[in-house]
């Protein structure tokens, strides 16, 4: 996903929680199944959850300017929560519960 269209996707969405990951990353590729099933958890139902390859996309990665993969940004009302890069699934998990409060 581009800049212009993640941008979009940030003002037109509620509750948001973007996933910044490259193929390269073994933590990335680690969390990923958990971020699936967040994506799946019914008390998440209303967060709109964004996979964003910052290999493909060096435009959102010098936007956000990310160093560390996985990077996590959560948003609500087109305003941000949270912004960081992890390798812990509960801070994930911790995200996505603010994103859906």
């Given at each position: 996903m581009?800049?212009?269209?993640?941008?979009?996707h940030?003002?037109?969405e509620?509750?948001?929680?973007?996933?910044?990951?490259?193929?390269w990353c073994g933590?990335?590729k680690?969390l990923?199944?958990?971020?699936?099933q967040l994506?799946?958890?019914?008390?998440?139902?209303?967060?709109?959850?964004v996979d964003?390859d910052?290999e493909?996309?060096?435009d959102v990665?010098?936007?956000f300017?990310i160093n560390d993969?996985?990077?996590f940004?959560g948003f609500?009302d087109?305003k941000?929560?949270?912004?960081f890069?992890?390798?812990?699934?509960d801070?994930?998990t911790e995200?996505?519960?603010?994103?859906?409060?």
């Amino acid at each position: 996903m581009n800049l212009p269209d993640l941008v979009q996707h940030i003002k037109s969405e509620p509750q948001l929680l973007i996933r910044f990951h490259a193929s390269w990353c073994g933590v990335c590729k680690l969390l990923a199944p958990h971020v699936a099933q967040l994506k799946e958890d019914s008390q998440f139902s209303n967060v709109t959850f964004v996979d964003v390859d910052v290999e493909e996309h060096m435009d959102v990665k010098k936007a956000f300017k990310i160093n560390d993969l996985p990077y996590f940004a959560g948003f609500k009302d087109g305003k941000l929560i949270e912004e960081f890069a992890t390798a812990k699934k509960d801070k994930v998990t911790e995200l996505a519960q603010a994103c859906a409060s």
